[in-house]
């Protein structure tokens, strides 16, 4: 079993930033992918950004050049730098990793607002 506990998030003005943390825990034999999905109100669950292990990172076209992932394996943690951002970024974003299993942490809300 894989526990994921995200951290950081909240409110935050049009252009401005914020940073994620998300830490697996548990029983961890190797974790395969991790990465960032987000729902917003009204709308599908999206992928934003995947980190395969010894694989390329692949980013949604929306937060191309404004969000960075970045991974320690050795920690089995994934954080998720998010720039310039937008209304439409507003969103519960999920952190996810597929090991024997595929896992979701809690949730944590963003919202981009004046």
């Known amino acids: 079993q894989v526990q994921l506990v995200e951290s950081g998030g909240g409110l935050v003005q049009p252009g401005g930033s914020l940073r994620f943390s998300c830490a697996a825990s548990g029983t961890i034999l190797r974790i395969f992918l991790m990465g960032w999905y987000r729902q917003a109100p009204g709308k599908h669950h999206e992928l934003v950004v995947t980190f395969p292990s010894g694989g390329t990172i692949n980013y949604a076209d929306s937060v191309k050049g404004r969000f960075t992932i970045s991974r320690d394996n050795a920690k089995n943690t994934v954080d998720l730098q998010m720039n310039s951002l937008k209304p439409e970024d507003t969103a519960v974003y999920y952190c996810?990793?597929?090991?024997?299993?595929?896992?979701w942490g809690q949730g944590t809300q963003v919202t981009v607002s004046s």
């Open positions: 996810n990793a597929v090991a024997s299993d595929t896992y």
